[in-house]
């Protein structure tokens, strides 16, 4: 994972760069007058976990389809997802510094950066073609195909990880 990670650091990069720099707008257009957060305690479970975890690889998925529409569906899913996370932790924070860092930040700190990952593995092949033509050399799809699948399985990961400290952690 180290030498993939080496080898796509500028995807990693831009991937996280994309999808937080997405984020941050949405924070940044967030109405503060207008808010549509609530806090509603749920109760640990499996189903939550299932839940959550299938809605967030749901969405590394479609990140990762930027694999065959070169790059095209990381980007919009980084434009409309990150954007819209942004309001939502924009509105989540107006409910108060203490509520957002019990129920929000447990698993943020994990859950959008592996976001961030999956636009990188969507971008991976598409920077790979461009790269290879800027400087002359032969491109290398099947390797970054190789690198992509593996970032989509790093995010993943981080997702498993998230949604269980989502469901056991940030619910109490």
Known sequence: MASIARRQRLTLALGQVLWFGCLLCGVLIADEKSQSVHVAPKQPSLDLFTGILANNCGIAAV???GVVTFGLGAVLLALFAGLSSGLFISQAY???AMPFARTVLPHAVLELPAFGVAVAAGLAPALAVVRAL?????????ESLVDAA????????MLV???????WVSTR
């Not at 990880?161 to 469901?167: M, P």
């Open 94 to 96: 107006a409910l108060g």
């Open 134 to 142: 800027l400087a002359g050399r032969k491109v290398k799809v099947s």
């Open 161 to 167: 990880v998230a949604a269980c400290v989502e469901t």
């Open 63 to 65: 990140a990762f389809s």
């Open 150 to 157: 593996a970032l989509l399985g790093l995010s993943m990961a």
